[in-house]
């Protein structure tokens, strides 16, 4: 009768899902309509040929204006009270290559707020990365900033239709 007894409880058991088991992983950009935006840019100092502020102005501008255009209304740039969209890129110079070409990386992350023991603090809820190669002579601001909002925009849209 034990014997019975624990294989009627196993068979029981195996239909009845166990937290975060049988539950589907919450997409942090599902109904997301809202958020603040931040570019930050590491730049190698051996590239000269290109002005690192006018390379980040432009990608600051490019990636608002593709998150705009997808209908993300925008609160801003990154604040420590809301979640944001942060565009992370690195531009580097070979130092065998004489600063022609420059090798690049983007990364965009959604970062939120999240509840952590008794405290809160900023994670990373959602990310993606791309990689790249340019001549300094085509090494544009604008690119990398439409780069991050098209990786966002392709997740966002996935996530929402």
Not at 37 to 59: G, L, Y
Not at 124 to 138: E, S, Y
């Amino acid at each position: 009768m034990k014997f019975l007894t624990a294989v009627a409880l196993a068979a029981v058991m195996l239909w009845v899902p166990v937290d975060g088991v049988a539950q589907a992983q919450r997409n942090p950009l599902t109904g997301l309509t809202t958020m603040g935006q931040q570019v930050s840019i590491q730049w190698h100092d051996r590239i000269t040929r290109v002005s690192e502020k006018s390379f980040t102005r432009e990608a600051e501008r490019a990636f608002e204006l593709g998150l705009l255009r997808i209908g993300i209304t925008l609160e801003g740039d990154f604040s420590d009270e809301g979640n944001y969209l942060a565009c992370y890129g690195q531009v580097f110079s070979h130092p065998e290559d004489n600063g022609l070409r420059v090798a690049y990386s983007s990364e965009v992350r959604y970062r939120e707020i999240v509840t952590v023991g008794g405290g809160s603090q900023f994670a990373t809820t959602w990310n993606t990365t791309a990689l790249g190669i340019a001549r300094v002579d085509k090494l544009s601001g604008t690119e990398l900033g439409e780069q991050c909002a098209e990786m966002f925009e392709i997740a966002w849209r996935r996530a929402n239709n």
